[in-house]
């Protein structure tokens, strides 16, 4: 109470949509109530009762942007603050003085953004009363159940899965859950070392298990390859037994060949010819596969043969690794250390990059959102048509549905595996995972069944509330008209994304590492503070410690509305399939706002250790137990439960159509009408392209016509398509002499990542010349004299341009595509990027490449070499934290 300056204001007016409101202000320690008499109606008869007195309850994490704005006695004016909400809510306070206004104001900033601990929060006070004080959300889901529920349990091991408890004590990986499925031939040897290859140890585990075909969709992070191509046999290992699983794919006669290098032609499909619009399957297909899909031969049995296993005819299987990233994005990682599959090590699959914009972007986009709407509680104009379009939010949505479409059509219609990952792995693959189910199995399209999917892929599998929804507020978001006010730094990072590099880089490189660890945990807190070491969480802590307690502070760069817009896809399905659904918009819409609100404890936490470190079941409650006692309120009385695959319209499996894609008008506070007057608002024939434009900025959509959802892809023979289709600058653009020969309009992609790269390393050169770092590791006195630039020779070797490299191995195989590399550039027309293999080989550098990386390049790769063995977080990982997610 002691930040509540006044605890009532009366004489208050309220504007909303252009309405006003008079009324009374109660400031209170997690609400702000107005109270109001409404007007009463035009028509109503002169004996009416008077209309109720009415309450508008406002909770403080749900404030997004509150602007005081005072007015001087002689402008006659009254002092008003204006405020935006989360659920996309305005108000605009209007106070007979300007002091009173100012009490307020700063009353609301103590009470958002000062509190700076998660257990001060409305979760942790808050007592319902009845009936919802019966209810145990806590209780709907268990993880072995559910397992149990897909087919997997220890009496029922001939599916080919298993529960593995090596992260019981979320030792093994932090943010995963205590209960991981994995192949039965793998054993939990072989996933402690498969998890040195995998950022944060977030192996592939089973998230779904195909009832009809066992075929799977599991989910993971990146893998660490790096610059110099590191691989993992124990990674390659469990990947091959994934692909394993389904026994009954097999067909009846075993192939004369038991090699395990041979990939069949039929196995690979080209990912952007998929046109499955239906859940049915063919009968019979008329020509059966030369071979079968190919795997380790330790992790194939006798039993694959057994004739008393299920055949399934109709579609010839292609396991599929889905990397959600841009390409180019994808690639870049590699400068740190991370990366993407090296198809060349993952026989039998093919891997397609979606093209789904980062945290970043999609943060951006929904601000523009709100700058198209943000005029909503003084006027009721329409929103602005042109922001909307701009902010490009429909067409996000667009892509992350059709790359679900293709998950789904690849598990349920190809019957083949699926794995899923983006840099991370709890962001863009928790959408395309629990999205992807939704499609496949109709139990997620219930009530419970929902529940049980947002607990196991969102709060089981570590995707980051409290970093993704500024739970906490922050400074930024509280301004005063007509004054300058010095903030402080938010500890976000210069900025020049490569000073924050080196910062970080010069504490690594300086250190003596010693650590035999074999986790790699990165510090996931909000500042160096809160840093803990691997080595001391086995150490007794008080138990009255954990990240509720912790000080912590809102990092505005981290959030994003990733939650926002799986719930914005589960909307747009909803609305195409008005009767397969048991829950209805309403219920979406009030998830979303439990989410920001803070009532309920589910959400408040980034993964589940911490939810159980900070015993958020005895503490708080469960947000299920507000729609549990309230069940009816959320019904869908159009849903119909009856499964028919013969019947069309009620198939098991549903699919987004195409070009239906519309703004959630409900959610966003307007109309149908004033949302989407136009219809559908992306058209089949424009899908985005999300990579690199020739504004040089990632994430930067545009629509393209006929473009589809996968921007490239790979296999163990090839890559087709892989890249931007846009036109970016080539990779002589950037410190390198201009060809004298006329090129391409058309860029290639590799170019794009080849100029992207070089950047990178010319950043790094410059930064070690001015921090004084040595090729070992020693620390000079720089030159007053000295440039920053690096020499052309040393700039030449760091990066070449694709034709360079292009050049340098046609000379060892086929001198038909070689150029000279100072006068021309390849531009092959004809054929897709990064088709021809030499170009590949640029792109993904063998493990010991003969290319001079340039001053520190293997002083780097050692420290990436280390990293890999032994892990042992520094205090600067929170700086190396943030230039990794700026670059994804």
Request: aromatic letters at 8%.
């Amino acid at each position: 109470m002691e930040r509540i300056r006044v605890s009532k204001v009366e004489g208050v007016y309220l504007l909303r949509r252009g309405t006003r409101l008079d009324g009374t202000l109660h400031l209170m320690p997690h609400h702000m109530v107005f109270s109001y008499l409404p007007s009463a109606p035009a028509d109503a008869p002169p004996d009416a009762k008077p209309p109720r007195q009415k309450e508008t309850w406002i909770t403080y994490p749900m404030i997004n942007y509150c602007c005081l704005k005072p007015c001087p006695p002689m402008l006659r004016q009254e002092a008003s603050i204006r405020i935006r909400c989360r659920d996309f809510t305005f108000f605009a306070f209007f106070f007979p003085d300007e002091k009173k206004a100012r009490d307020v104001y700063d009353s609301i900033r103590a009470l958002s953004c000062r509190i700076g601990r998660l257990d001060k929060l409305l979760a942790f006070s808050y007592q319902p009363k009845p009936p919802e004080d019966q209810q145990n959300g806590w209780a709907i889901y268990d993880a072995r159940r559910e397992w149990k529920r897909l087919g997997i349990s220890p009496k029922d091991t001939e599916k080919g899965w298993r529960v593995s408890e090596i992260n019981i004590e979320y030792k093994y990986s932090a943010t995963y859950p205590a209960l991981l499925v994995v192949p039965t031939n793998v054993s939990d040897s072989v996933l402690r070392y498969a998890g040195e290859y995998r950022s944060r140890q977030r192996i592939p585990a089973l998230v779904y298990r195909h009832p009809v075909n066992n075929c799977s969709i599991t989910r993971s992070s990146q893998p660490t390859p790096g610059l110099r191509g590191n691989r993992n046999a124990q990674d390659e290992r469990l990947v091959a037994a994934i692909w394993a699983t389904n026994r009954g794919w097999k067909p009846a006669t075993a192939p004369s060949s038991a090699s395990a290098d041979f990939t069949p032609d039929s196995s690979v499909v080209n990912l952007n010819e998929s046109s499955a619009n239906s859940s049915f399957v063919g009968t019979l297909d008329a020509e059966r596969p030369k071979a079968t899909r190919t795997t380790a031969d330790d992790l194939t049995g006798s039993s694959e043969t057994d004739p008393d296993l299920p055949k399934v005819y109709g579609a010839q299987q292609r396991n599929l690794i889905v990397d959600a990233r841009p390409t180019v994005n994808a690639y870049a990682m590699q400068a740190v250390g991370l990366g993407s599959e090296r198809m060349d090590y993952y026989p039998g699959a093919e891997k397609a990059y979606l093209g789904i914009d980062n945290i970043h972007v999609m943060r951006k986009s929904l601000d523009t959102v709100i700058d198209a709407l943000k005029e909503s509680d003084l006027v009721s104009f329409t929103p602005n048509r042109q922001l909307l379009a701009k902010s490009n939010w429909i067409k996000h949505i667009a892509n992350i549905l059709e790359g679900t479409a293709l998950i789904a059509r690849t598990v349920g219609i190809m019957h083949s595996h699926v794995l899923i990952h983006c840099s991370d792995g709890w962001d863009r693959t928790s959408q395309l995972s629990a999205l992807s189910q939704i499609l496949l199995d109709p139990y997620y399209r219930t009530l419970e069944g929902f529940i049980v999917l947002v607990e196991k892929d969102w709060l089981s599998f570590g995707h980051m509330f409290r970093h993704r929804s500024g739970f906490l507020s922050h400074e930024k978001w509280f301004t005063i008209e007509n004054e300058k006010i010095e903030r402080k730094h938010d500890g976000q990072g210069g900025s020049n994304p490569f000073e924050n590099a080196l910062r970080g880089a010069r504490g690594l490189f300086n250190r003596h590492n010693d650590s035999n660890e074999s986790l790699n945990q990165l510090p996931e807190t909000n500042s160096t503070d809160n840093v803990t070491d691997v080595a001391d969480t086995a150490l007794p802590k008080p138990a009255h410690v954990g990240a509720a307690e912790e000080h912590r502070v809102t990092k505005v760069n981290e959030l994003s509305p990733v939650f926002h817009q799986f719930l914005d896809c589960v909307y747009q399905l909803h609305y195409q399939y008005p009767t397969r659904f048991e829950f209805n918009e309403r219920f979406l819409k009030r998830l979303l706002y439990h989410l920001y609100s803070c009532q309920y404890g589910t959400f408040l936490f980034d993964n589940e250790k911490e939810r159980v470190d900070n015993r958020a079941k005895e503490r708080t409650r469960s947000v299920w137990d507000y729609f549990l006692c309230r069940k009816q309120e959320f019904m869908n009385p159009k849903y119909d439960p009856d499964i028919d695959d013969a019947v069309r319209g009620k198939e098991r499996m549903i699919f987004p159509r195409k070009g239906e894609v519309r703004w959630w008008a409900e959610y966003f506070g307007r109309t149908d009408e004033e949302m989407n007057s136009f219809g559908p608002q992306a058209p089949s024939n424009l899908i985005p392209q999300t990579s690199n434009a020739s504004s040089g900025r990632s994430g930067t959509s545009t629509p393209i016509p006929q473009e589809p959802i996968v921007t490239g892809t790979e296999t163990a023979e090839g890559a087709t398509g892989a890249g931007t289709t846009a036109s970016p600058p080539p990779a002589f653009a950037v410190g390198d002499q201009s060809p004298n020969h006329s090129v391409s309009n058309t860029p290639k992609p590799f170019d794009a990542a080849a100029a992207l790269g070089q950047d990178l390393r010319q950043g790094v050169l410059a930064g070690f010349e001015k921090l004084g770092i040595t090729g070992n590791g020693s620390r000079v006195a720089k030159p007053a004299a000295s440039s920053s630039e690096p020499t052309e020779d040393v700039r030449r070797d760091a990066v070449k341009p694709s034709s360079d490299y292009s050049t340098d191995r046609s000379s060892h195989t086929s001198a038909d595509k070689s150029v000279d590399h100072a006068t021309q550039q390849s531009t092959d027309e004809g054929a897709g990027p990064l088709t021809d293999p030499t170009v590949r080989e640029a792109t993904e550098p063998e493990p010991t490449p003969d290319v001079d990386l340039g001053l520190g390049a293997d002083l780097v790769e050692t420290k990436v070499e280390n990293r890999s063995r032994s892990r042992k977080p520094s205090q600067n990982r929170e700086v190396k934290d943030e230039v990794e997610m700026d670059m994804q």
